[in-house]
């Protein structure tokens, strides 16, 4: 996977149902209109079923796929738009084979890793938790579960990977260590991790702290646009 300089990546379309109401063309022209060379759509993923929300429903998924590989041909020699999908790592769903199954799909590119909530047990997840618990304890279940989803291969980019911190306001020892064992597994696996300028508008989702320890990693900056206007070359 080749992401260029010039390239917009992390963009997500109308269906995810918390981005801008507009079609997924809107965005390629704004891309080309700024003289962008590529454009990576990467909008939420379903999971069969559809359990969880802010995301495009399974029957939209194949839709998603060929309404974008339509504007690949039209817009080619023009510019590149690129399809993938950003997806949590979900145990029970590997074990049932879906992220094969996505990565298996016709015209589909790649996996952005976008671990906002973790499985805690059958049909359990973190966003059950208590406040407490979350300030104390999310930014281990949500690292851990980046960390295994890494070593599968499944994944092509970890986006915004120090977000796992959010609820914490003081950096601490234990943070430091888990932000530590996930750099050091992208860096072994040679998976890329996105500093997601989105996350720098909100407070404690952006952490210098975990940047500062990213050395000898590929580093790729994404845009994380939900609305035309966020689209924009780095």
């Not at 039209?74 to 999908?85: A, M, T």
């Given at each position: 996977?080749?992401v260029s300089e010039k390239?917009i990546f992390?963009?997500?379309?109308?269906?995810?149902?918390?981005?801008?109401?507009?079609?997924d063309?809107?965005?390629v022209?704004?891309?080309v209109?700024l003289g962008?060379s590529g454009?990576?759509?990467?909008?939420?993923a379903p999971?069969?079923?559809?359990p969880f929300?802010n995301r495009?429903?399974y029957s939209?998924?194949?839709?998603?796929?060929?309404?974008?590989?339509?504007?690949?041909k039209?817009?080619?020699?023009?510019?590149?738009?690129?399809?993938?999908?950003e997806i949590?790592?979900?145990p029970?769903?590997?074990?049932d084979?879906y992220?094969?199954e996505?990565?298996?799909?016709?015209n589909?590119?790649m996996l952005?890793?976008?671990?906002?909530?973790?499985?805690?047990g059958?049909?359990?997840?973190t966003?059950?938790?208590d406040k407490e618990r979350?300030?104390?304890e999310?930014?281990?279940?949500?690292?851990?579960?980046q960390i295994?989803?890494?070593?599968?291969g499944?994944?092509?980019?970890v986006?915004?990977?120090?977000?796992i911190?959010r609820?914490?306001?003081?950096?601490s020892e234990?943070?430091?260590?888990m932000?530590?064992?996930i750099?050091?597994?992208a860096r072994r696996?040679?998976?890329?991790?996105e500093?997601?300028?989105?996350?720098k508008l909100q407070n404690?989702?952006?952490r210098?702290?975990?940047?500062?320890?990213?050395?000898?990693?590929?580093i790729?900056?994404?845009?994380?646009a939900h609305?035309?206007?966020?689209v924009?070359?780095l």
């Open positions: 996977m080749n390239d992390h963009v997500h379309t109308y269906r995810c149902g918390h981005a801008e109401n507009v079609s063309e809107e965005y022209k704004k891309a209109s962008a454009i990576w759509f990467t909008d939420h999971f069969p079923g559809d929300g495009m429903k939209e998924l194949d839709e998603y796929i060929g309404t974008l590989f339509e504007l690949k039209k817009y080619e020699g023009v510019i590149s738009v690129h399809i993938g999908l949590e790592y979900f029970f769903f590997d074990k084979g992220y094969k996505l990565k298996a799909k016709d589909f590119e952005l890793l976008g671990q906002h909530m973790a499985e805690t059958p049909g359990e997840y966003f059950s938790w979350l300030c104390s999310e930014y281990i279940a949500l690292g851990n579960a295994q989803a890494i070593d599968t499944y994944f092509d980019v986006a915004h990977p120090d977000r911190f609820k914490r306001k003081d950096w234990g943070m430091a260590t932000a530590d064992h750099i050091d597994s696996r040679n998976i890329p991790l500093i997601n300028e989105s996350s404690n989702h952006y210098e702290e975990f940047w500062d320890r990213a050395y000898e990693v590929q790729i900056h994404g845009v994380d609305a035309v206007k966020e924009r070359v």
